[in-house]
């Protein structure tokens, strides 16, 4: 904000949001610091109030949806198609390693976006343009410029997965790879260029038609046509769990032409003689 605010050239029109959850003490003085920066920076703010309550997945998850619909409600009432937000390498870091802890996919691997759509509307934009950028870098560079920042002591809870890393995890990594967050952005980076690379190679080789030759799954592997099979099934607007994938794959690799099904969340599938039929299950997008 401080650079684009501060630049010789035209700047584009530029406003700041803050989301005010309500669930520390420290909020108010929070949402004041903003409204003190944005004063010194001749920048318009709008501070829109959440309320968020416990839901699936816990209050961090709740407070997180209803952050992410508050910012992009605001910018659509501003007129504004880009949302500008500060995450950087150690989140990026701290993402992948939350993923490969639950279990994850390739696009899961591919971490935080740079750019993505909103979450709901088609018309906004999120950008995170610091990926690259670590905390610490950030932290010294708010201080050389004089620009106060704030610290949320849920970011260390051992109660949260963040928490729990940043106190026990990413702080010795650093200590013996300095450099570990900005090679996980990186290496994100490289993940999800592979799953376009893999995405475009389902959609031209067919993977993403509803019927697919069983020849096609010995052709390219049960490994590899389980990747291609995922991504084709969600060019579909489905989704498939990658144990069901594996399964699927693996099944339709076999010398058996007895037919045969297995189900999923997202879909479910039918393997022939020939052929391997994909359709969506109730609830599912085709």
Do not use: Y
Not at 121 to 135: K, W
């Amino acid at each position: 904000m401080a650079a684009v605010a501060r630049r010789e050239k035209p700047a584009p029109t530029l406003i700041a949001f803050h989301v005010h959850h309500h669930l520390r003490p420290e909020a108010d003085a929070e949402a004041q610091q903003c409204a003190s920066l944005c004063a010194r920076l001749n920048l318009p703010l709008v501070v829109r109030h959440v309320h968020p309550s416990r839901g699936r997945g816990g209050l961090a998850e709740r407070a997180r949806r209803v952050r992410h619909e508050a910012l992009e409600e605001a910018a659509i009432g501003a007129g504004v198609e880009w949302i500008l937000m500060a995450h950087h390498a150690d989140d990026a870091l701290e993402t992948l390693l939350m993923r490969l802890g639950r279990g994850v996919a390739s696009r899961g691997l591919s971490g935080i976006p740079w750019v993505r759509r909103g979450w709901r509307s088609r018309t906004v934009r999120v950008a995170r343009p610091l990926l690259l950028a670590t905390h610490s870098e950030l932290r010294a560079l708010c201080d050389r410029l004089g620009v106060p920042h704030s610290r949320d002591p849920g970011n260390v809870s051992p109660l949260s997965a963040r928490g729990v890393l940043r106190r026990s995890v990413t702080g010795p990594l650093r200590e013996r790879w300095s450099g570990v967050a900005k090679h996980a952005a990186r290496a994100a980076d490289a993940s999800r260029a592979g799953a376009w690379a893999l995405r475009e190679l389902a959609r031209r080789d067919g993977w993403s038609s509803e019927s697919i030759p069983r020849s096609a799954f010995r052709t390219a592997g049960a490994m590899r046509a389980a990747a291609l099979l995922i991504c084709g099934v969600r060019i579909r607007g489905m989704e498939l769990a990658p144990a069901a994938a594996r399964r699927i794959a693996e099944t339709a690799c076999d010398a058996s032409s007895e037919p045969r099904s297995v189900e999923s969340k997202g879909a479910h599938a039918t393997i022939g003689a020939r052929t391997v039929r994909i359709t969506a299950t109730r609830g599912q997008v085709h």
